[in-house]
């Protein structure tokens, strides 16, 4: 991509961007904008013409009309912290950020409701409603400064999707600025809205259909009791097999992670938690009421026990479980004593795919001599296969994207999705060829039209044109065959 | 790979729309009364019917859209499980296409989400005759939009539903109902509060001064609520969630018209002097009588709701609520692209 603007082009923006009123934080400074450059998908990288830091929705609606009229494009951004480069900025655009929009508007206990600026980090949400007893589901790893509208804009899930939904089913309202500066008011209190559900569609967009300017979130009350426990098998096959155990015996676990013998003896390395030895860690939480939660305890350890675990500890207090939490949420930091660097898949399958899945993903390690981590939401047939390479030599990082797109390729052959979490992006662009046929390519981008005629939202990401399709050899056409391409970032 | 019926439904789709002659999708013809009247030529789908993959563990059910609800939840019953969303079926016929095109939920809707909240996937035929696959078979899925969810309550008029996929739930092991004498305020406040608990509430529903709460769940956790919230035993509690769901409680019987107000949980009062039953936490209020269209509309929006005029009545002033002018705008547009000739039961949902 060519960094350099038209000068002429640049001064427009600049001059459209100070025409707001109130006036409006902009960075254009080369130096300042070098921080912008990406998200957390840092393999690729672009300088935007300007950053736009708005503090108000309207300031937002008048950046929009200013950006539609001038042609420019407009890509949103919270925290940055999307793993698929949803947010990483147009070399000739303006790159808005939210983050100033950052306040708690309001709490209501009685109805569970929080209604929040975008640029609200998701922990937030919930410190702000923890006096009421009350709490905001979704928990994605980032959640300490990942903002509500990132989450929103990519569906966040997390470990609790299982029993506690995605973020699209604790998200009740939506204020949003579309493609043309209007602004659309989606759900709101009640229950459900007239018309077509445009809110289900703006959530998981990508920053495609609108710029999300507030939200209002559904809380839910603390459960009584939690327990969880930690359960070591022998092989990976028996984990797995343990998870659809479990859903099968009618339980369903508020979490259920898993993670294999690269990963446990990462984390070893990095935290010495002393965890047992095992080929397969499985983390499994459970809550509700109290006698409840107890009977359910029991009922997952008569089921761990019979699936083969041979251990099994469970959390006697919340010092001891996050202690156990430790290794699942520290496993990412963990990893990067592995190899310097590594590369997270987020395809998901059925679950009862979950073994067989597994076994050709190690298979595919062996043939590429590349070393392969799984830590995954197993409950969920979510995984997060890690690939490890060292982008300091000469080939790796495409190699391992290569091996990438093999997983993903096996995702899909099991019915399963190339992305399950962390988004299309830029990442995977070339995998919705794979996924998708060349009719509902069209409808996602009739879909986008619809909200934003000009194109001006983050162009070029989330859906592939049908072009770059042909080119990379044609819709379902499968991507071990495929010349390697000579777009940026592949 | 597609199957004969969706070959030759695209097929007639497709001269549909070289036409331009309007189609009115049917499943079992159960819903004929909501919505905008009907018309157009039948396109019958009820013959596209049976469940195409299912496996407990996975908690996923795949199913071809003119499949009976009936055959559905009774698949489900066999293994322990169940649509979570309780959808109400308003005869024998019902079809789960016909229930997601409604976005039809039932008592439990509020505490474990509505029809649109438990869709994975959704093949549809568009407007274009073309036959395209949204969404899938897994339970998280962030790849393209999710034009599946779009589908529930479009009634139709975005595509004909052809197979959907549904996140699928254990049922409860136990349940219990509870009554409590209360005034409308008392209930609202009620109902609220206890939505801020942990107790495990599966439906409310109040008229003529009683309360009823369902709870569902471990038994354990049944009884400890129970405990916790007193009121008086309903025995028969079952058989009244039932009348509830499928409208055969005496509040329901005549033909005077039904508004379906959807408001804000915590809205207080409104439409008093009319007979009201009102569930969902507080959020769904049913009201018998000639409200008037633009009275109806103003009492909903100012408790930050909307209104619908559900059975009967002067629909001439239209049947839902109007969509504010840049949500239209979006509408107009999605219609435009799914259904380019304006053939999928235009009309139906008042302007598309």
């Known amino acids: ?490 | 790979m597609a199957d004969k019926f969706i070959i030759d439904l695209a097929e007639r789709v497709r001269e549909h729309a070289a036409r331009k002659a309007p189609l009115r999708i049917r499943g079992g013809g159960t819903k004929d009364f909501y919505g905008a009247p009907p018309a157009g030529e039948p396109l019958d789908v009820a013959g596209y019917a049976g469940i195409v993959a299912y496996e407990p563990r996975e908690l996923v059910l795949v199913v071809k859209a003119g499949t009976r609800l009936a055959e559905v939840e009774a698949a489900l019953a066999a293994e322990g499980q169940m649509l979570a969303f309780e959808p109400p079926r308003f005869g024998e016929a019902a079809t789960i296409g016909g229930t997601v095109a409604c976005n039809l939920s039932g008592p439990r809707r509020p505490y474990a989400g509505a029809a649109r909240d438990f869709i994975l996937g959704a093949r549809i035929v568009s407007g274009k005759g073309e036959d395209l696959s949204f969404g899938g078979r897994v339970i998280k899925n962030v790849a393209g939009y999710d034009v599946s969810r779009l589908m529930a309550g479009a009634l139709g008029t975005l595509g004909v539903l052809t197979e959907l996929s549904f996140k699928v739930l254990p049922r409860p092991p136990a349940e219990a109902t509870l009554a409590f004498e209360m005034t409308e305020a008392q209930m609202i406040e009620a109902v609220n509060r206890w939505a801020g608990q942990p107790l495990p509430l599966s439906a409310t529903a109040w008229e003529a001064g009683v309360l009823r709460v369902r709870l569902s769940g471990a038994a354990s956790a049944v009884a400890a609520a129970r405990t916790k919230l007193g009121g008086a035993d309903v025995a028969d509690g079952a058989a009244y969630w039932e009348g509830l769901r499928e409208h055969r409680l005496p509040f329901f019987a005549g033909d005077r018209p039904l508004w379906r107000l959807s408001v804000a949980q915590t809205a207080a009062p409104i439409a008093a002097g009319n007979p009201q039953l009102i569930e969902w936490g507080g959020g769904l209020r049913w009201v018998s009588g000639d409200l008037g269209t633009s009275p109806a509309r103003e009492a909903a929006a100012a408790a930050k709701g909307h209104a619908t005029l559900f059975r009967g009545g002067d629909r001439a002033a239209g049947v839902f609520h109007p969509l504010a002018p840049a949500l239209a705008k979006i509408h107009r547009r999605l219609k435009g692209a799914f259904d380019p000739a304006g053939i999928l039961n235009p009309g139906r949902m008042d302007n598309f």
């Not at chain 1, 009740?172 to 759900?187: A, P, Q, S, T």
């Not at chain 1, 990508?206 to 022998?234: D, H, K, S």
């Not at chain 1, 190899?339 to 062996?366: C, F, N």
């Open chain 1, 1 to 490: 991509m060519n960094a350099v603007a038209h000068p002429d082009r640049r001064a427009d923006v600049l001059a459209a961007l100070a025409s707001v009123r109130p006036a409006l934080a902009v960075v254009a400074e080369p130096e300042r904008l070098a921080a912008f450059e990406t998200d957390a998908y840092i393999q690729h990288r672009a300088t935007p013409l300007a950053v736009a830091l708005p503090d108000s929705e309207d300031q937002v609606r008048q950046i929009a009309r200013a950006l539609e009229r001038l042609g420019v494009a407009l890509v949103s951004r919270g925290a940055g912290t999307g793993l698929s480069g949803g947010a990483i900025p147009d070399p000739d655009g303006v790159l808005l950020v939210c983050t100033r929009m950052r306040r708690v508007l309001a709490v209501d206990a009685i109805a569970r409701l929080a209604t929040v600026e975008p640029g609200v980090a998701n922990a937030r949400v919930t410190e702000a409603a923890a006096p009421a007893g009350l709490y905001f589901a979704p928990d994605p790893s980032s959640q300490v400064v990942s903002s509500i509208g990132g989450n929103i804009a990519e569906n966040a899930g997390g470990v609790h999707c299982l029993k506690y939904g995605l973020t699209v089913h604790n998200v009740v309202g939506l204020r949003v600025i579309d493609g043309e500066g209007d602004l659309l008011e989606l759900g709101g209190e009640a229950l459900d809205s007239p018309g077509y559900d445009l809110l289900a569609v703006l959530c998981g967009s990508e920053g495609n259909l609108g710029v999300i300017t507030g939200a209002t979130l559904r809380l839910l009350p603390r459960p009584e009791a939690t327990e969880t426990m930690l359960a070591a098998f022998g092989t990976v096959k028996a984990g797995a097999e343990a998870v659809g155990a479990i859903i099968g015996a009618g339980v369903i676990p508020a979490a259920i992670e898993m993670m294999d013998r690269v990963v446990i003896d990462a984390c070893e390395r990095y935290m010495a938690l002393g965890l047992p030895k095992a080929e397969a860690l499985l983390l499994v939480e459970v809550d509700g009421g109290a006698e409840e939660t107890a009977e359910t305890l029991a009922k997952v350890r008569g089921i761990l026990a019979s699936c083969g675990a041979t251990e099994v500890r469970v959390a006697k207090n919340d010092e001891e479980r996050a202690n156990l939490w430790k290794s699942r949420k520290g496993a990412f930091a963990a990893l990067a004593t592995v190899m310097p660097d590594y590369y997270t898949m987020d395809g998901t399958i059925p679950r009862r795919a979950l073994p067989e899945v597994l076994e050709s993903i190690y298979a595919l390690g062996r043939e590429y001599g590349m070393v392969i981590g799984n830590v995954f939401h197993a409950g969920d047939g979510n995984m997060h296969p890690c690939i490890f390479y060292d982008s300091a030599k000469a080939g790796e990082l495409e190699r391992s994207e290569e091996l990438g797109g093999r997983i993903l390729e096996l995702c899909i052959d099991h019915g399963g999705t190339i992305t399950g979490e962390h988004g299309v992006g830029l990442e995977k662009l070339k995998a919705m060829c794979l996924q998708f046929r060349e009719g509902e390519i069209a409808a996602f981008h009739d879909v986008k039209r619809a909200f934003d005629p000009a194109g001006i939202l983050n162009p070029g990401k989330a859906v592939p044109t049908l072009k770059r399709c042909a080119e990379w050899g044609g819709l379902h056409v499968r991507g071990g065959r495929i010349p390697r391409p000579d777009i940026p970032r592949f």
